[in-house]
């Protein structure tokens, strides 16, 4: 497998833009994860998905980002409009889940650095 | 409500000598994960070792082994024969019955030649 994949791996755009963030997790996995990355706020879980219907999304930030999960193999974050503070790296990551089963780890892709100028 | 906590925001070691990472979580949950992943420079986030929380041994991987102690609810890295290419930020991470998984702050670790 050749892993979780993450497109663009680098984006730059100007404040207002809208960028779309993609993602394609592991055949198989049914636990979809986006994660953002900052110095300055560390690791943050924005929303995630188990089946492809979103479980949890009150870690995204406000109503610029939004996130799909239309299949099992793609997931997209949008953010809309873009803003300076919205840069940082964004992580994608799929893990499967079964029921009350926690020992399957979160397989990560490359993520996108994101910058907005 | 479910959290870790990584005390050690950096950490420096020499060459082939062992180095424990800290990490400490918080759950109500009787069933739970323990995990940890490395962060080198180009920023991927690799798994390195998981626990789970009826598990009676530490867990092992090769260098990296899990100090899991249940009831002071700590789950520490140890890295044995540290290489320079251990060098990288590393994360605990918890999941729990809400499938979410949990990540602490991070360390930094510098192994020193």
């Known amino acids: 497998d050749a892993g979780v994949i993450q497109s663009?791996?680098?984006?730059?755009t100007e404040m207002g833009q809208e960028v779309t963030l993609r993602c394609k997790p592991i055949s198989g996995h049914n636990s979809l994860f986006w994660y953002r990355?900052?110095?300055?706020?560390g690791l943050e879980l924005l929303i995630y998905f188990n089946n492809?219907?979103?479980?949890?999304?009150?870690?995204?930030?406000?109503?610029?980002?939004?996130a799909k999960?239309?299949?099992?193999?793609?997931?997209?974050?949008?953010?809309q409009p873009s803003e300076p503070r919205d840069s940082a790296v964004y992580f994608c990551a799929s893990s499967l889940w079964a029921g009350r089963s926690q020992n399957t780890e979160a397989f990560f892709g490359q993520g996108t650095r994101l910058t907005v100028v | 409500a479910q959290k870790i906590t990584q005390t050690q925001p950096g950490m420096f070691v020499q060459?082939?000598?062992a180095v424990t990472l800290d990490c400490t979580y918080d759950t109500s949950d009787?069933?739970?994960?323990?995990?940890w992943y490395k962060q080198p420079s180009s920023g991927e986030m690799i798994f390195l070792i998981y626990q789970g929380s009826y598990d009676q041994q530490n867990a092992t991987e090769g260098r990296y082994s899990l100090n899991f102690q249940k009831a002071r609810k700590s789950a520490n890295l140890v890295?044995?024969?540290s290489q320079l290419g251990d060098s990288a930020m590393y994360f605990c991470a918890m999941r729990a019955t809400g499938n979410q998984f949990y990540f602490g702050t991070g360390t930094s670790l510098t192994v020193i030649p």
């Open chain 1, 8 to 12: 663009p791996r680098h984006e730059v």
């Open chain 1, 37 to 41: 990355q900052t110095m300055m706020r």
């Open chain 1, 52 to 66: 492809n219907v979103p479980i949890d999304d009150s870690g995204m930030p406000e109503d610029r980002f939004s």
């Open chain 1, 69 to 79: 999960m239309p299949n099992a193999s793609f997931s997209t974050l949008k953010i």
């Open chain 2, 15 to 17: 060459e082939k000598e």
């Open chain 2, 30 to 35: 009787p069933s739970y994960g323990l995990f």
């Open chain 2, 79 to 81: 890295i044995s024969a």
